[in-house]
């Protein structure tokens, strides 16, 4: 009977017992619009302009609105452009 009664009350523990990992979900960060897809590519300068720029299409979508929008965003320095998951 002692067994039955430990064993009910170990098994009612577990099943009480929360995930602390399920119980973590981030809230959105509702000032960020994350980039979910980019286009990037290259245009080559003139002569008496040799500077190679880039040019990005990319799509942003704000986690909290759903709202997505498309931008545009030129640069000469390659590390600038937009990387996707990326807040702008």
Do not use: W
Not at 6 to 32: V, Y
Not at 48 to 61: D, E, F, G, K, R
């Amino acid at each position: 009977m002692k067994k039955l009664l430990l064993f009910t009350l170990a098994i009612g523990i577990l099943a009480c017992s929360q995930d602390d990992s399920s119980n973590n979900t981030e809230e959105p960060n509702c000032n960020c619009d994350r980039v979910v897809q980019v286009s990037t590519f290259n245009i080559v300068g003139t002569p008496q302009n040799p500077a190679i720029t880039y040019h990005s299409v990319y799509t942003t979508i704000n986690d909290c609105t759903q709202i997505q929008r498309e931008k545009t965003y030129d640069t000469t320095n390659p590390s600038l452009s937009p990387q996707l998951g990326q807040c702008r």
